[in-house]
């Protein structure tokens, strides 16, 4: 099975003979609930960074979580057994493997991987509540009374957030660790395509220049057009 993007280019090859069954049935109907997880929008992106972080005179930061599809448990009603790759040292001939843990390429991984982020962002040590209007947008932190609210949007596996109190802001990047593996990587610098340019004014003042410039070189990267020869009389504009 393999998967692509929307140019249509091959992303990565997953195990073949995919066998899928739930327990007590005979035969399993997958709808969107149980594949897809929600996405964060680029307009809530956009208002974070502009209207939260910006008036506060800080920065939005970003983090992403490592090997992510893999490492939510499969619940006890589905059974999932695959192929082991060729020449697998540690499988016999004709033999297959009962999975415990989700893997890339299985339909319902996206949904089992929110699943287990949601139980994580909302238990009481990192203590973030979900926005009523948007299924990918937290807020709130698990300090006392008094400590002002951490602001967080996640897509998939990247994360982007924002607090204007640093204690907030040190406590929610130890938190994480202890269930998963996450790297922190500072101030945004490209998210969903959005290109963050930050300036910072001798009054303390801070601005955020927003432009979709890396999603348009990633188009012109795909079409294997990012060498080629640039002539302005090519088109009138």
């Known amino acids: 099975m393999l998967g692509q993007d929307t140019f249509n280019v091959i992303l990565q090859e997953e195990y073949l003979h995919i066998i899928h069954t739930i327990i007590g049935k005979r035969a399993t109907q997958w709808i969107k609930a149980d594949c897809f997880t929600p996405v964060v929008s680029l307009p809530l992106v956009w208002l974070i960074s502009t209207v939260l972080a910006v008036h506060h005179k800080h920065t939005v930061k970003q983090f992403d979580c490592k090997n992510a599809f893999v490492q939510s448990t ?10 082991p790759p060729c020449d697998c040292p540690l499988s016999s001939p004709n ?14 991984t996206p949904w089992h991987w929110y699943q287990m982020i949601s139980k994580i962002l909302e238990s009481p040590w990192i203590g973030l509540q979900w926005c009523k209007n948007d299924p990918c947008f937290l807020v709130g932190n698990s300090l006392p009374d008094g400590h002002p609210p951490l602001y967080l949007a996640l897509y998939m596996d990247d994360f982007i957030y924002f607090t204007p109190d640093p204690m907030v802001e040190q406590y929610f990047e130890s938190a994480p660790k202890a269930k998963l593996q996450v790297e922190f990587m500072g101030t945004a610098d490209c998210f969903l395509g959005s290109k ?14 927003l432009s979709q410039e890396s999603y348009g070189n990633k188009i012109v990267d795909l079409m294997g057009q990012m060498h080629a020869t640039v002539n302005p009389c090519m088109t009138p504009y």
Do not use: A, N
């Open 196 to 209: 963050f340019e930050w300036s910072f004014e001798k009054d303390g003042h801070v601005s955020c220049r």
């Open 95 to 108: 033999t297959f493997w009962h999975l415990k843990k989700s893997l890339y390429g299985l339909k319902g």
């Open 74 to 83: 499969l619940p006890g009603g589905e059974v999932m057994i695959i192929q």
